[in-house]
């Protein structure tokens, strides 16, 4: 099992920054991939970013070149979020997947941009 706590969303004015961290607790030896999804009002949850255990990288477009996803040390994951739109308001939720192909979810936290 792995549980996992994000943080660090809130509200910020257009053209924004935040950064948002998801820690990972339990069997962290198991995780392979870590990625931030999001959930806007009325949309179904998508992919925002994800990070393998080696370092690749995969952004959906919508985020690419604005948002930079990393990990530190084996449980620890970023988000920085940079020239945030109001479209990128939504919940945003740290997921986790073992070699086995299990995924474990965070909460979410909520992002909010205003315009």
């Known amino acids: 099992q792995v549980q996992l706590v994000e943080s660090g969303g809130g509200l910020v004015q257009a053209g924004g920054s935040l950064r948002l961290s998801c820690v990972a607790s339990?069997?962290?030896?198991?995780?392979?991939?870590m990625g931030w999804y999001r959930r806007a009002p009325g949309k179904q949850r998508e992919l925002v970013a994800v990070?393998?255990?080696?370092?690749?990288t995969n952004y959906a477009g919508s985020v690419k070149g604005r948002f930079t996803i990393s990990r530190d040390v084996k449980n620890v994951m970023y988000l920085q979020m940079n020239s945030l739109k109001p479209e990128d308001t939504a919940v945003y939720y740290c997921?986790?997947?073992?070699?086995?192909?299990?995924?474990?979810w965070g909460q979410g936290t909520q992002v909010t941009v205003s315009s």
């Open positions: 997921q986790v997947a073992n070699a086995a192909g299990d995924l474990y």
């Open positions: 339990g069997s962290i030896f198991s995780i392979n991939t």
């Open positions: 990070i393998t255990s080696i370092g690749i």
